[in-house]
């Protein structure tokens, strides 16, 4: 009998702990919803109004270089300068949880001045280190111990992300897919959930519509279909290693030539804006236009993605801000609306299918990529972007847009080898 009442008092503080925690982390997803995702609404608004002003008054590409002055002397003034900005972010997770305050505001300026003059950048890689920041100040407004700063963190990030593309279930997939590839931490779901859902619902009180696309020629799975889908998932996973490789080696041997901060950005934002006279203003900014036209219309020109990987290397090189995620995007539906054709595929949809491909390939992050598949396109043709992403994952190897993040099993063999990306 006594043994019972024991047992059963262990179960009741077992159930009340379990309670307690579900609650608090209930009320820190709130909190993060709130200051995490109306930082990341206020970003997401600030974005689209620098690319909309810049659109109308063309002149504003010549200032680029002075953007790129007043970035390098604000990162200086933050002291941000020698912080590798997402890579930080991941770092900070698997250690301490602490990223600078300063990060925030910094980010968030010097991706908006990038954007309003024209630097070929995109935003989700900015919100993961908008999201880190915040998070980790709320974590350390709340004392939060080490273990729950990592997953207040990673709440961070995924309202920031949901906030800027509205795919609130890649975001939580995302964020803690990326990290270590391998290993998910699974004490993070409820929390991230709760935090991006809030900050979606935030999104629709502010009338700020998610991205998503109506396709209209998705083939039936036959064994032709399934053979040019797999064609398709190795060209697009060499055009993910050739991405990774120029982010990576473009930026170090620009940091090798030019080693002045200062003079690194006056000479890159000069690049840009020749080249933008030279080749029009097709890969200035996100470039969400050019996305738009060759998943919907099937039309893109077959040099773009290569443009665009030129562009983007250039301005995160020379030292101007923002996200790689989506010229990926932009990389990967140009390249897929081009080569489509050549396996017998529609381009729009080739365009789709080479979205999510790149996006695999470059981050390592297959079921984020396929959580993103249906979230834009909807559950048609999900097992092509199924097959897409599990041959990009595969193919692509150790690279990755990010150094830090961590390869801890093999992708061939269920081997532990705990290794960093290239």
Known sequence: MNINKEYAAEEI???LHYAVVFFKWLLLSLATAIVCGGAGCLFHLLIEKATELREVHGFILYFLPLGGVIIAALYHLFKLEKIDGTNYVIDSIRKDGYVPFTMAPGILIATVITHLCGGSAGREGAALQLGGSLGSTLGKLFRLDDKDMHVIVLCGMSAVFTALFGTPLTAVIFVMEVISVGVIYYSAIMPCVFSSVLTYLLTIILNMHPVSYKLVAVPSVTPLTLIQSIGLGIVFSLGSILLCLS???GEGLLHKIIKNEYIRVIVGGTAIV????????DYNGAGMGIVN????NGEARPEAFILKILFTVITLGCGYKGGEIVPTFFVGATLGCTVAPLFGMDAGF??????VGLFCGATNAPLASIMLSIELFGVDGLPFYAIICSACFMLSGYYSLYKSQIIVYDKLKAIFI???TK
């Open 274 to 281: 020749g080249l933008s006279v030279l080749l029009g203003t």
């Open 13 to 15: 503080k077992s159930a």
């Open 247 to 249: 982010f990576s080696k």
């Open 418 to 420: 705990n290794r960093n």
């Open 350 to 355: 080739g365009a789709a299918l080479g979205l």
């Open 293 to 296: 036209n060759a998943i919907l």
